[in-house]
C-alpha cells in the first residue's frame, strides 16, 4: 500500500510563507513523478506543481514565482514552499504521485486570511 504522508497546511495571512511536506516510500520517490494538487471550494482540482525524479519542475501561472517544489532524496519527502500567498491560494492541496497512474494523500488544509 502506497502511503503519502502529507503535513504542514494551516492559516497563514496574506503575504505570509508556508512549507508543505510530503513524505513517500523509497520505491514511490525514486520512481515516480511528485507533485501538488489543490482544490478550492467548488472548484476542480487542479496540479499546482510538479517535479520527476531527475528534477525537471512545472508550475501553474497562478502560482510561479510564488512556489517552488523541490524533493530530498535523503528524505523521499518532496515539499512545496509557498510564498507571499493570496486569498485565492485557499484550498485543500494533495500531494500526488504519478506513473501512469496515481497515489494521492490525504490532503492538508491551507486557509489564507487577514
Known amino acids: 500500500q502506497v502511503q503519502l504522508v502529507e503535513s504542514g497546511g494551516g492559516l497563514v495571512q496574506p503575504g505570509g510563507s508556508l512549507r508543505l511536506s510530503c513524505a513517500a516510500s523509497?520505491?514511490?520517490?525514486?520512481?515516480?513523478?511528485m507533485g501538488w494538487y489543490r482544490q478550492a471550494p467548488g472548484k476542480q482540482r487542479e496540479l499546482v506543481a510538479s517535479?520527476?525524479?531527475?528534477?525537471?519542475?512545472a508550475y501553474a501561472d497562478s502560482v510561479k514565482g510564488r512556489f517552488t517544489i523541490s524533493r530530498d532524496k535523503v528524505e523521499n519527502t518532496v515539499y512545496l514552499q509557498m510564498n507571499s500567498l493570496k486569498a485565492e491560494d485557499k484550498a485543500v492541496y494533495y500531494c500526488?504521485?504519478?506513473?501512469?497512474?496515481?497515489?494521492w494523500g490525504q490532503g492538508t488544509q491551507v486557509t489564507v486570511s487577514s
Open positions: 517535479i520527476t525524479n531527475g528534477g525537471t519542475t
Open positions: 500526488v504521485a504519478q506513473r501512469g497512474g496515481a497515489y
Open positions: 523509497e520505491r514511490i520517490f525514486s520512481n515516480y513523478r
